[in-house]
């Protein structure tokens, strides 16, 4: 039986989705490109793009605006499977801005620790 929530792969993978939000909203692009998944099958398809292996994402991250990254979390949902697969999933907004953000995320654990395999962004008008 798959054990869902482990609390200490819970507190593992929350501490790492807040590295991920903290470094999200502060452009620390350093820390974005660690927790994401060096190799070619990561994907993340994006409110305006959709980018296929690590390589896309990290130059996608270098090239993006730094301003208006700043966004308040509505709901968090983080669930644990097992000892080494998580999924992460907000709703946001940002200031300003009337429009709820969604963000999915799957992260593995990896040699190198937990790594967002996937992630997709939207926002509902």
Excluded: C
């Excluded at 490109?33 to 991250?61: C, K, M, V």
Aim: avoid cysteine; charge should be neutral; glycine fraction near 8%.
């Amino acid at each position: 039986m798959l054990a869902i929530n482990l609390p200490d792969v819970l507190a593992e993978v929350t501490a790492q989705f807040e590295r991920y939000e903290k470094a999200l909203t502060g452009n620390d692009v350093a820390v974005l490109d660690e927790l994401f998944w060096n190799s070619p099958h990561t994907l993340r398809y994006g409110a305006t793009e959709n980018l296929y292996g690590y390589a896309a994402i990290q130059a996608f991250r270098a090239g993006r605006p730094a301003q208006g990254l700043e966004r308040s979390l509505l709901k968090t949902v983080i669930t644990t499977y097992g000892s080494d697969m998580a999924t992460a999933n907000v709703e946001f907004q940002r200031a300003g801005s009337a429009n709820t953000g969604r963000q999915s995320q799957t992260w593995m654990r990896t040699p190198e620790g937990w790594r967002v395999v996937a992630a997709h962004v939207s926002l509902l008008a």
